[in-house]
């Protein structure tokens, strides 16, 4: 008899190589990147590049280090950086725009992980008054992870820009999952970063590579990070073997991410009749679900430990939410394991209170 398998749906950062990236890998070109010397690097960031519709990309180690040298590229120290209030540059970056840039975080308010204009308006400080900040840089999150992985179309993306200009100000999109939201919405995804100055993208999340993101921007901008990502221990040498699965991923793996919103949506659709649970199926536009278990009198904690139990793993991602993202690795039957899987615990949590 098989050994029932272990649903792992803390995130899409669990997904493992494809036997294509694994064999890229093998036979990729190499060289010393350090120098502009590996093809299979070069070749990654001009394909980055041209998907996105900008002059020049750069291959880094993580979507961290890409939003770092995008904020310490476009900003100086004592800028404000204008966020939406829960983005994961904000939340779970470490305060590393502030530790090594010496920039300040401006939160704002916003719907489903967008900022919302006039908050925006609102935060942009005057260019001559001596006694505030200078705004140095707007910075977009699509999809949003925090507000369970939400996307913002073209039309206000643009119109986020187009107010960003009008001050002098460029704008950063944290895209760590733009290909998903660029699928949901059905539009290439030149139309979601056309007016921005700068976007990341990360290649180890829903698109299975082990390691990578990108940065892409003007030449004069990426030029500026290179540099920085040197500073910071970012610059590799045989970077070909991270950029070779890259290379696969951008030409095989994006139109499959639809796959993981249906299970995501027939999911979150079961999920919603569960009793106790409560999740907004508003939010769930692409490869995430947040779910609220204090219906159910207990903790995300003790939701997930009690899932781990029959092989299904979540993320705790408040004291009483646990987040489920779907990947790769997980498939139509799998759906359905998951709910029951959850249904259980929760009846299994409400029973404990009654008794
Ligand atoms: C929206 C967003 N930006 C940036 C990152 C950071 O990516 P990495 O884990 O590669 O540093 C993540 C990671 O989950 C993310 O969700």
């Keep these: 008899m098989q050994a029932p398998e272990y649903l792992n749906v803390r995130s899409d950062t669990v997904t493992l190589p494809t036997p294509e990236m694994l064999e890229a890998i093998t036979r990729a070109a190499l060289g010393d990147d350090n120098r502009g010397e590996d093809p299979t690097v070069r070749e990654l960031e001009e394909l980055s590049a041209h998907m996105l519709g900008k002059e020049a990309a750069l291959l880094t180690t993580s979507g961290q280090l890409s939003n770092s040298l995008a904020v310490l590229a476009h900003a100086t120290r004592g800028d404000e950086i204008i966020m939406e209030e829960t983005s994961h540059l904000f939340t779970s970056e470490q305060g590393a725009i502030s530790m090594f840039g010496g920039m300040v975080y401006h939160l704002v308010p916003g719907h489903h992980g967008f900022p919302s204009l006039c908050h925006i308006e609102k935060a942009i400080r005057p260019r001559d008054d001596i006694h505030t900040p200078r705004t140095g840089l707007i910075c977009l999150e699509n999809t949003h992870n925090h507000a369970g992985g939400t996307v913002i179309s073209p039309e206000l993306t643009r119109q986020a820009c187009e107010l960003a200009h009008r001050h002098g100000i460029p704008v950063h999109i944290d895209g760590a999952r733009i290909f998903n939201a660029s699928v949901a919405l059905g539009v290439d995804v030149t139309e979601l970063v056309r007016d921005a100055d700068s976007i990341c993208f990360c290649l180890s999340k829903g698109l299975s590579c082990p390691i990578g993101s990108v940065l892409a921007g003007t030449r004069e901008f990426i030029a500026k990070a290179r540099r920085l990502r ?4 970012g610059g590799m040498r ?29 999911l979150a659709l079961r999920l919603a009749e569960i009793p106790g649970l409560s999740l907004d199926l508003d939010t769930v536009q692409t490869n995430m679900i947040r779910v609220d278990v204090s219906g159910v009198h207990t ?19 408040g004291d009483t939410v646990i987040r489920i993202v779907i990947h790769r690795h997980i498939e139509d039957r799998h759906v359905s394991i998951i709910a029951d899987a959850i249904a259980d615990v929760a009846s299994e949590f409400s029973g404990v209170v009654k008794a």
């Design 230 to 233: 040197k500073a910071f221990g």
């Design 238 to 266: 045989q970077a070909g073997i991270i950029a070779a699965p890259g290379i696969v991923a951008l030409n095989t793996m994006i139109s499959r991410l639809r796959e993981d919103h249906q299970r995501t949506r027939a």
């Design 299 to 317: 903790t995300a904690a003790q939701f997930n430990t009690a899932l781990k139990n029959r092989g299904v793993e979540v993320l705790v991602a």
